[in-house]
């Protein structure tokens, strides 16, 4: 079965790195989303790369709108089919912050928009996406070409963070963002129990905690952050992709940190 990757979003930040990173380093056909600009999008992964352009496709994806997930789902249906196909590799990492200090500069309109980013969007893309990973009595072969680069086992990784910890949680603050990335951690074990069910040990899902990354995410809080641990999005997209090499099959319905360790629920 020739493997696939999903990454969205993927113009800018994070998801734009690991998008690169997998066009350079394997051999599979790549799908990466963006909310707009569709061709410029493509255009940028591409640029300067020294790939066969043929393996990307970018489609239309709105985290907040699900009819441009499905419809994303739809359009990859009829690229892969499931007989000779299989997702193997998908970052889910959509981002919101607003970061509230104390519980008077809660904005409910802020806070809903924020859980249905960071929470309900992945949720969405897990419903219609999960249909393209490895069924329990798929036969996919490590030696295949295509695999370079892959983990061993089918993996989709949804972006959460360390502040969704609740056991980690010991300054407060980032109410809607802290709730909405501790939903992030519940939904991947709770699709991860689906996988153990659905796939065995050909798929897992897992949580990741990337540090502080030098986007538009984090921008405001760059100088809070101590030396030496505010990362390039380069390096991180590195890291997260060996992470999940590392975890495996044992590491599945957990959330871990871009240094291998695992963040605490």
Not at 127 to 156: C, E
């Amino acid at each position: 079965m020739t493997p696939w990757c999903l990454i969205s979003p993927a113009s800018r930040g994070i998801g734009f790195s690991l998008a690169r990173r997998i066009l350079q380093t394997t051999n599979a056909p790549v799908v990466a989303t963006a909310r707009k600009d569709v061709d410029k999008t493509r255009q940028d992964l591409l640029d300067g790369l020294d790939v066969d352009k043929e393996r990307l496709t970018v489609l239309n994806v709105d985290i907040l709108d699900e009819n441009t997930i499905s419809g994303a789902s739809e359009k990859c249906k009829g690229k892969f089919t499931s007989r000779s196909s299989h997702l193997h590799l998908a970052f889910i990492v959509p981002g919101l912050l607003f970061p509230e200090k104390s519980p008077s500069q809660i904005n409910a309109n802020d806070a809903l928009l924020t859980f249905r980013t960071n929470t309900l969007g992945p949720m969405l893309m897990l419903k219609h996406f999960a249909p393209f990973l490895p069924r329990k009595s798929s036969s996919v072969s490590f030696q295949d070409q295509m695999m370079t680069g892959l983990p061993r086992t089918s993996t989709v990784a949804v972006m959460s963070a360390r502040v969704g910890s609740i056991s980690d949680n010991k300054l407060g603050g980032w109410y809607s963002y802290r709730a909405s990335k501790a939903g992030v951690n519940q939904v991947v074990k709770t699709f991860d129990n689906h996988l153990r069910t659905a796939s065995g040990d050909n798929a897992v899902a897992i949580g990741l905690h990337p540090g502080t990354v030098k986007t538009g995410l984090s921008k405001d809080f760059w100088g809070n952050v101590k030396e030496g641990k505010l990362f390039e999005s380069n390096w991180v997209a590195e890291r997260l992709i060996n992470v999940i090499e590392d975890v495996g099959v044992e590491g599945r319905g957990r959330c871990w940190a871009w240094d291998g360790t695992e963040v605490p629920p």
